[in-house]
Protein backbone atom coordinates (compact mmCIF):
# COMPACT_ATOMS: atom_id res chain seq x y z
CA UNK A 1 0.00 0.00 0.00
CA UNK A 2 1.35 3.77 -0.69
CA UNK A 3 1.73 5.85 2.50
CA UNK A 4 1.58 9.90 2.26
CA UNK A 5 5.47 9.41 3.63
CA UNK A 6 6.43 7.49 0.26
CA UNK A 7 7.89 10.87 -0.57
CA UNK A 8 10.11 11.40 2.10
CA UNK A 9 13.64 11.23 1.91
CA UNK A 10 15.74 10.54 4.69
CA UNK A 11 17.43 13.70 5.91
CA UNK A 12 21.29 14.03 6.00
CA UNK A 13 22.60 13.22 9.91
CA UNK A 14 23.96 16.31 11.62
CA UNK A 15 27.58 15.21 10.65
CA UNK A 16 29.12 16.90 14.27
CA UNK A 17 26.21 15.30 16.12
CA UNK A 18 27.18 11.82 13.95
CA UNK A 19 30.74 11.81 15.67
CA UNK A 20 29.14 12.25 19.13
CA UNK A 21 27.27 9.06 18.83
CA UNK A 22 30.12 7.44 17.05
CA UNK A 23 32.69 8.71 20.05
CA UNK A 24 30.11 7.32 22.54
CA UNK A 25 29.88 3.86 21.29
CA UNK A 26 34.13 3.35 20.59
CA UNK A 27 35.34 0.61 22.87
CA UNK A 28 38.95 1.92 22.92
CA UNK A 29 39.99 3.43 26.26
CA UNK A 30 42.10 5.62 25.37
CA UNK A 31 39.61 8.53 23.26
CA UNK A 32 39.29 12.04 23.07
CA UNK A 33 36.04 13.77 21.70
CA UNK A 34 37.23 17.48 20.17
CA UNK A 35 34.40 17.45 17.70
CA UNK A 36 31.56 18.66 19.98
CA UNK A 37 31.28 22.18 20.94
CA UNK A 38 30.53 22.60 24.51
CA UNK A 39 33.26 23.27 27.28
CA UNK A 40 34.38 21.04 29.50
CA UNK A 41 36.10 21.37 32.56
CA UNK A 42 39.49 19.73 33.61
CA UNK A 43 37.56 16.48 34.76
CA UNK A 44 35.70 16.39 31.55
CA UNK A 45 32.36 17.44 32.29
CA UNK A 46 29.88 19.93 31.27
CA UNK A 47 30.18 22.37 34.54
CA UNK A 48 27.32 23.58 36.55
CA UNK A 49 28.54 26.83 37.14
CA UNK A 50 28.50 27.79 40.92
CA UNK A 51 26.03 30.80 40.60
CA UNK A 52 23.67 28.86 38.27
CA UNK A 53 23.48 26.25 41.17
CA UNK A 54 23.01 28.91 44.02
CA UNK A 55 20.29 30.66 41.54
CA UNK A 56 18.38 27.47 41.23
CA UNK A 57 18.41 26.39 44.83
CA UNK A 58 16.78 29.84 45.60
CA UNK A 59 14.26 29.18 42.20
CA UNK A 60 13.31 25.99 44.21
CA UNK A 61 13.10 27.50 47.83
CA UNK A 62 10.95 30.15 46.07
CA UNK A 63 8.46 27.74 45.01
CA UNK A 64 7.26 29.89 42.21
CA UNK A 65 4.36 28.19 40.33
CA UNK A 66 4.56 27.52 36.41
CA UNK A 67 3.14 30.71 34.54
CA UNK A 68 3.29 31.39 31.14
CA UNK A 69 6.03 34.20 30.46
CA UNK A 70 5.37 36.98 27.84
CA UNK A 71 5.71 36.89 24.33
CA UNK A 72 8.99 39.06 24.33
CA UNK A 73 10.53 37.58 27.93
CA UNK A 74 11.19 38.52 31.57
CA UNK A 75 11.59 42.21 31.03
CA UNK A 76 14.30 41.68 33.64
CA UNK A 77 15.81 39.32 31.52
CA UNK A 78 16.06 41.29 28.07
CA UNK A 79 16.65 44.47 29.43
CA UNK A 80 19.88 42.66 31.41
CA UNK A 81 20.32 41.61 27.99
CA UNK A 82 20.77 45.14 26.33
CA UNK A 83 23.34 46.33 28.78
CA UNK A 84 25.22 42.96 29.03
CA UNK A 85 26.04 43.44 24.85
CA UNK A 86 26.10 47.51 24.90
CA UNK A 87 27.48 48.33 28.07
CA UNK A 88 25.36 49.39 30.78
CA UNK A 89 25.90 53.30 29.96
CA UNK A 90 25.12 52.74 26.68
CA UNK A 91 23.01 55.35 24.06
CA UNK A 92 21.26 52.64 22.77
CA UNK A 93 20.24 51.69 25.87
CA UNK A 94 19.68 55.26 27.14
CA UNK A 95 17.68 56.85 24.16
CA UNK A 96 15.68 52.84 23.96
CA UNK A 97 15.95 52.48 20.53
CA UNK A 98 16.79 48.31 20.39
CA UNK A 99 13.96 45.64 20.87
CA UNK A 100 14.98 42.57 22.47
CA UNK A 101 13.44 39.70 22.49
CA UNK A 102 13.84 37.01 24.92
CA UNK A 103 14.68 33.86 22.55
CA UNK A 104 15.25 29.53 22.41
CA UNK A 105 19.40 29.82 23.03
CA UNK A 106 21.36 31.71 19.93
CA UNK A 107 19.28 29.50 17.33
CA UNK A 108 16.08 30.82 18.32
CA UNK A 109 17.49 34.40 18.29
CA UNK A 110 18.70 33.65 14.54
CA UNK A 111 15.76 32.02 13.81
CA UNK A 112 13.35 34.54 14.75
CA UNK A 113 15.40 37.73 13.34
CA UNK A 114 15.62 35.83 9.93
CA UNK A 115 11.54 35.60 9.89
CA UNK A 116 11.03 39.08 10.95
CA UNK A 117 13.43 40.39 7.77
CA UNK A 118 11.49 37.58 5.23
CA UNK A 119 8.73 39.87 6.06
CA UNK A 120 10.41 43.58 5.71
CA UNK A 121 12.73 42.67 2.89
CA UNK A 122 11.64 42.06 -0.86
CA UNK A 123 14.23 39.49 -1.96
CA UNK A 124 15.57 38.56 1.36
CA UNK A 125 19.13 37.53 0.70
CA UNK A 126 21.92 37.18 3.45
CA UNK A 127 25.95 36.24 3.37
CA UNK A 128 27.65 34.18 5.60
CA UNK A 129 31.49 33.93 6.73
CA UNK A 130 33.17 31.19 4.49
CA UNK A 131 33.57 29.02 6.33
CA UNK A 132 30.69 29.55 9.10
CA UNK A 133 28.81 27.71 11.83
CA UNK A 134 26.39 25.26 9.09
CA UNK A 135 23.58 26.47 10.97
CA UNK A 136 23.79 30.08 9.84
CA UNK A 137 22.76 28.98 6.43
CA UNK A 138 19.99 26.43 7.14
CA UNK A 139 18.39 29.14 9.03
CA UNK A 140 18.30 31.88 7.04
CA UNK A 141 17.70 29.31 3.89
CA UNK A 142 14.29 28.03 5.83
CA UNK A 143 13.54 31.60 6.45
CA UNK A 144 13.10 32.00 2.27
CA UNK A 145 16.57 33.58 2.09
CA UNK A 146 19.26 32.80 -0.90
CA UNK A 147 22.42 32.71 1.14
CA UNK A 148 25.96 33.33 -0.22
CA UNK A 149 28.87 33.82 1.27
CA UNK A 150 31.97 37.26 1.87
CA UNK A 151 35.25 35.54 2.19
CA UNK A 152 37.05 35.14 5.35
CA UNK A 153 39.16 32.45 6.02
CA UNK A 154 42.46 31.93 3.84
CA UNK A 155 43.57 28.44 4.30
CA UNK A 156 47.01 29.03 2.38
CA UNK A 157 48.15 31.45 5.59
CA UNK A 158 45.77 30.52 8.60
CA UNK A 159 44.47 34.03 8.52
CA UNK A 160 41.43 36.09 7.31
CA UNK A 161 41.71 37.26 3.74
CA UNK A 162 40.69 40.88 4.70
CA UNK A 163 41.03 42.89 1.75
CA UNK A 164 38.86 40.07 -0.11
CA UNK A 165 36.36 40.11 2.60
CA UNK A 166 35.95 43.83 2.11
CA UNK A 167 35.96 43.72 -1.78
CA UNK A 168 33.31 41.19 -1.42
CA UNK A 169 31.06 43.06 1.17
CA UNK A 170 31.21 46.52 -1.04
CA UNK A 171 29.90 44.56 -4.08
CA UNK A 172 26.68 43.18 -2.22
CA UNK A 173 22.95 44.79 -2.97
CA UNK A 174 21.74 47.28 -0.71
CA UNK A 175 19.85 45.56 2.19
CA UNK A 176 21.83 42.26 2.03
CA UNK A 177 21.92 40.79 5.96
CA UNK A 178 25.55 40.57 6.48
CA UNK A 179 25.62 37.73 9.07
CA UNK A 180 29.33 37.92 11.23
CA UNK A 181 30.95 36.49 14.56
CA UNK A 182 31.34 39.26 16.93
CA UNK A 183 33.92 37.24 18.93
CA UNK A 184 35.00 33.49 18.78
CA UNK A 185 34.70 32.80 14.94
CA UNK A 186 32.79 29.23 15.03
CA UNK A 187 34.87 27.15 13.46
CA UNK A 188 38.40 29.28 12.74
CA UNK A 189 38.21 30.73 16.43
CA UNK A 190 40.06 33.72 13.71
CA UNK A 191 38.56 37.14 14.65
CA UNK A 192 38.88 40.56 13.18
CA UNK A 193 40.67 43.07 14.64
CA UNK A 194 38.75 46.08 16.06
CA UNK A 195 40.74 48.35 13.34
CA UNK A 196 39.19 45.92 11.01
CA UNK A 197 35.74 45.87 12.73
CA UNK A 198 35.52 49.62 11.87
CA UNK A 199 35.91 49.52 8.12
CA UNK A 200 33.31 46.98 8.03
CA UNK A 201 31.33 49.08 9.89
CA UNK A 202 32.27 51.99 7.44
CA UNK A 203 31.35 49.90 4.30
CA UNK A 204 27.70 48.44 5.90
CA UNK A 205 26.84 51.94 6.26
CA UNK A 206 27.91 53.24 2.94
CA UNK A 207 26.67 50.67 1.09
CA UNK A 208 23.19 49.83 3.19
CA UNK A 209 24.17 46.54 4.24
CA UNK A 210 22.11 44.94 7.54
CA UNK A 211 24.70 43.68 9.35
CA UNK A 212 23.86 40.26 11.66
CA UNK A 213 26.00 39.68 14.80
CA UNK A 214 25.99 36.37 16.20
CA UNK A 215 27.44 36.39 19.39
CA UNK A 216 27.21 32.79 20.92
CA UNK A 217 30.73 33.05 22.97
CA UNK A 218 30.60 36.62 24.68
CA UNK A 219 33.22 36.31 27.40
CA UNK A 220 35.11 33.28 26.24
CA UNK A 221 37.88 35.27 23.90
CA UNK A 222 39.43 38.26 26.02
CA UNK A 223 36.32 39.19 28.54
CA UNK A 224 32.91 39.93 28.31
CA UNK A 225 33.23 43.82 27.24
CA UNK A 226 36.25 43.49 24.81
CA UNK A 227 34.39 40.11 23.04
CA UNK A 228 31.39 42.95 22.34
CA UNK A 229 33.81 45.75 20.70
CA UNK A 230 32.15 44.82 17.46
CA UNK A 231 28.85 45.30 18.75
CA UNK A 232 29.52 48.51 20.23
CA UNK A 233 31.15 50.14 17.15
CA UNK A 234 28.00 49.04 15.18
CA UNK A 235 26.07 51.11 18.04
CA UNK A 236 28.43 53.98 17.66
CA UNK A 237 27.53 53.65 13.79
CA UNK A 238 23.72 54.90 14.09
CA UNK A 239 22.95 52.48 11.71
CA UNK A 240 20.54 49.56 12.18
CA UNK A 241 21.66 46.32 13.23
CA UNK A 242 20.63 42.71 14.59
CA UNK A 243 22.34 41.09 17.26
CA UNK A 244 21.41 37.40 18.52
CA UNK A 245 23.56 36.22 21.48
CA UNK A 246 23.18 32.98 23.50
CA UNK A 247 23.76 31.73 26.99
CA UNK A 248 24.30 28.19 26.98
CA UNK A 249 28.32 28.34 26.66
CA UNK A 250 28.45 31.44 29.09
CA UNK A 251 26.55 30.25 31.55
CA UNK A 252 27.01 26.84 30.76
CA UNK A 253 22.81 26.38 30.47
CA UNK A 254 22.70 24.29 26.98
CA UNK A 255 19.34 22.45 27.48
CA UNK A 256 17.70 25.73 29.40
CA UNK A 257 17.15 27.67 25.41
CA UNK A 258 18.10 30.83 26.65
CA UNK A 259 19.46 33.70 24.49
CA UNK A 260 18.17 36.90 23.35
CA UNK A 261 17.72 38.59 19.80
CA UNK A 262 18.28 42.51 19.72
CA UNK A 263 16.79 44.73 17.05
CA UNK A 264 18.83 47.81 17.05
CA UNK A 265 16.49 50.73 15.43
CA UNK A 266 16.67 54.60 14.69
CA UNK A 267 14.11 55.69 17.66
CA UNK A 268 12.55 54.23 20.72
CA UNK A 269 9.25 54.71 18.25
CA UNK A 270 10.78 52.39 15.64
CA UNK A 271 11.84 49.86 18.05
CA UNK A 272 8.44 49.73 19.80
CA UNK A 273 6.99 48.73 16.14
CA UNK A 274 9.71 46.49 15.68
CA UNK A 275 9.21 44.93 19.05
CA UNK A 276 5.53 44.37 18.23
CA UNK A 277 6.42 42.47 15.10
CA UNK A 278 8.63 39.88 16.46
CA UNK A 279 6.20 39.48 19.23
CA UNK A 280 3.86 38.38 16.00
CA UNK A 281 6.83 36.18 14.94
CA UNK A 282 7.25 34.52 18.42
CA UNK A 283 3.24 34.11 18.80
CA UNK A 284 2.91 32.02 15.70
CA UNK A 285 5.54 30.10 16.00
CA UNK A 286 6.35 29.17 19.82
CA UNK A 287 4.14 31.15 21.70
CA UNK A 288 6.41 32.62 24.52
CA UNK A 289 9.55 31.36 25.59
CA UNK A 290 10.61 28.83 28.48
CA UNK A 291 10.95 30.14 31.88
CA UNK A 292 13.87 28.51 33.63
CA UNK A 293 17.00 29.69 32.19
CA UNK A 294 15.33 32.96 31.52
CA UNK A 295 14.88 33.23 35.41
CA UNK A 296 18.44 32.36 36.36
CA UNK A 297 20.44 34.26 34.08
CA UNK A 298 18.15 37.61 34.87
CA UNK A 299 18.39 36.82 38.52
CA UNK A 300 22.62 37.25 37.79
CA UNK A 301 22.26 40.10 35.25
CA UNK A 302 20.55 41.85 37.84
CA UNK A 303 22.58 41.56 40.85
CA UNK A 304 25.94 42.91 41.96
CA UNK A 305 27.46 40.20 43.80
CA UNK A 306 26.01 37.56 41.54
CA UNK A 307 27.50 39.31 38.70
CA UNK A 308 30.34 39.60 40.14
CA UNK A 309 30.43 35.71 40.82
CA UNK A 310 29.77 34.87 37.16
CA UNK A 311 32.77 37.09 35.89
CA UNK A 312 34.74 35.10 38.36
CA UNK A 313 33.50 31.66 36.62
CA UNK A 314 33.60 32.93 32.73
CA UNK A 315 36.99 33.83 33.86
CA UNK A 316 37.64 30.71 34.87
CA UNK A 317 36.04 28.94 31.83
CA UNK A 318 38.53 31.42 29.56
CA UNK A 319 41.79 30.93 31.13
CA UNK A 320 41.32 27.21 31.11
CA UNK A 321 40.80 27.53 27.46
CA UNK A 322 43.53 29.66 26.84
CA UNK A 323 45.52 27.24 29.21
CA UNK A 324 45.23 24.17 27.12
CA UNK A 325 45.90 26.11 23.91
CA UNK A 326 48.96 27.11 24.99
CA UNK A 327 50.16 23.52 26.27
CA UNK A 328 48.73 21.98 23.08
CA UNK A 329 50.84 23.94 21.38
CA UNK A 330 53.69 23.71 23.58
CA UNK A 331 52.80 19.29 23.75
CA UNK A 332 53.31 19.44 19.81
CA UNK A 333 56.35 21.74 19.82
CA UNK A 334 58.10 19.08 22.12
CA UNK A 335 56.91 16.23 20.10
CA UNK A 336 58.82 17.85 16.91
CA UNK A 337 56.01 17.93 15.07
CA UNK A 338 57.07 19.24 11.90
CA UNK A 339 54.15 21.85 11.31
CA UNK A 340 54.64 25.03 13.75
CA UNK A 341 51.33 24.87 15.88
CA UNK A 342 51.97 28.33 17.52
CA UNK A 343 48.84 30.06 15.85
CA UNK A 344 46.64 28.28 18.23
CA UNK A 345 47.70 30.49 20.56
CA UNK A 346 46.97 33.30 18.53
CA UNK A 347 43.07 32.27 17.97
CA UNK A 348 39.86 32.96 20.15
CA UNK A 349 37.38 30.92 22.08
CA UNK A 350 36.01 27.11 22.42
CA UNK A 351 37.24 26.19 18.68
CA UNK A 352 40.61 25.94 16.80
CA UNK A 353 40.92 24.84 13.23
CA UNK A 354 44.06 22.78 13.06
CA UNK A 355 44.58 23.31 9.63
CA UNK A 356 44.07 19.39 9.22
CA UNK A 357 43.40 17.80 6.73
CA UNK A 358 40.11 15.55 5.95
CA UNK A 359 42.05 12.56 6.10
CA UNK A 360 44.36 13.46 8.64
CA UNK A 361 41.18 14.07 10.71
CA UNK A 362 40.44 10.42 9.58
CA UNK A 363 43.51 8.79 10.68
CA UNK A 364 43.14 10.85 14.18
CA UNK A 365 40.12 8.69 14.36
CA UNK A 366 40.85 5.70 12.90
CA UNK A 367 44.12 5.10 14.71
CA UNK A 368 43.98 7.04 17.94
CA UNK A 369 40.12 7.29 18.85
CA UNK A 370 40.67 11.65 18.72
CA UNK A 371 37.29 12.92 17.21
CA UNK A 372 37.81 15.85 15.34
CA UNK A 373 35.12 17.23 12.65
CA UNK A 374 36.14 16.84 9.14
CA UNK A 375 36.76 20.46 8.39
CA UNK A 376 39.84 20.15 10.76
CA UNK A 377 37.67 22.16 13.64
CA UNK A 378 38.77 20.73 17.47
CA UNK A 379 36.85 22.18 20.58
CA UNK A 380 40.13 23.53 22.58
CA UNK A 381 37.92 23.63 25.39
CA UNK A 382 37.41 19.71 25.57
CA UNK A 383 40.65 19.25 26.24
CA UNK A 384 42.49 18.66 29.71
CA UNK A 385 46.07 17.96 31.15
CA UNK A 386 45.14 14.41 31.19
CA UNK A 387 44.19 14.23 27.26
CA UNK A 388 46.66 16.76 25.79
CA UNK A 389 49.90 15.45 25.59
CA UNK A 390 48.12 12.11 24.20
CA UNK A 391 46.22 14.41 21.46
CA UNK A 392 49.17 16.33 20.61
CA UNK A 393 51.15 12.57 19.75
CA UNK A 394 48.20 12.10 17.95
CA UNK A 395 48.47 14.90 16.07
CA UNK A 396 52.09 14.20 15.22
CA UNK A 397 51.53 11.41 14.27
CA UNK A 398 49.02 11.82 11.61
CA UNK A 399 50.98 14.74 10.12
N1 LIG B 1 25.89 30.80 16.75
C1 LIG B 1 27.06 30.18 16.73
C2 LIG B 1 28.18 30.77 15.96
C3 LIG B 1 27.23 28.98 17.44
O1 LIG B 1 28.41 28.37 17.41
C4 LIG B 1 26.15 28.47 18.18
C5 LIG B 1 26.27 27.20 18.91
O2 LIG B 1 26.98 26.30 18.61
C6 LIG B 1 24.94 29.16 18.17
C7 LIG B 1 24.86 30.33 17.45
C8 LIG B 1 23.69 28.69 18.86
O3 LIG B 1 23.75 28.41 20.16
P1 LIG B 1 22.50 27.92 20.97
O4 LIG B 1 22.85 26.57 21.47
O5 LIG B 1 22.34 28.93 22.06
O6 LIG B 1 21.31 27.88 20.09
Same mark, same amino acid.
Given at each position: ????F %???? +???D????G??E??K??????K????????C????????? &??????????A??G??H???P???IP????? =??????????EV??T &??????????????????A?F??????????????????? !? /??????????V?S?P?Y %??????????? +?????????????V?????????T???L???Q??? =???????????????????G???????????????? %??????F?S??F???F????????A??? /????EEE?KR??????? =???????????H?????????N?P?L???? !??????M????K?M?????????????K?D??????? !?G???F?R???????RL??EF????????R??????N??????T? &??I????
Open positions: STSV %DVVE +MAPDPILLNAFTDPRKEVNLSIGVYTEEGKVPLL &KVVEQTEKKLEAAPTYLISGAFTSG =VQKLIFGPDSVK &KRAATVQSLGGTGALKVGDLATVLKNPEAVVSAPTWQN !H /VAIFESAGFKGYY %DKKTGEIDFPA +MLECLKGLKKDTVILHACCHNPGVDTQEWAQ =VVEVCRDKGLIPFLDIAYQFGAGLNEDAGSIRQFA %DSGIPFVNSSKSSLYGERIGLTV /VCKSAVNSKLKS =VIRANYSNPPAGAKIVSAVLDVLQQW !HEDLKGRERIERHLLAEALKKEGAVFSFIEDQ !HMFSSLTPEQVQKDGVYAVKSGICVASLKANVAYA &KAKEVL
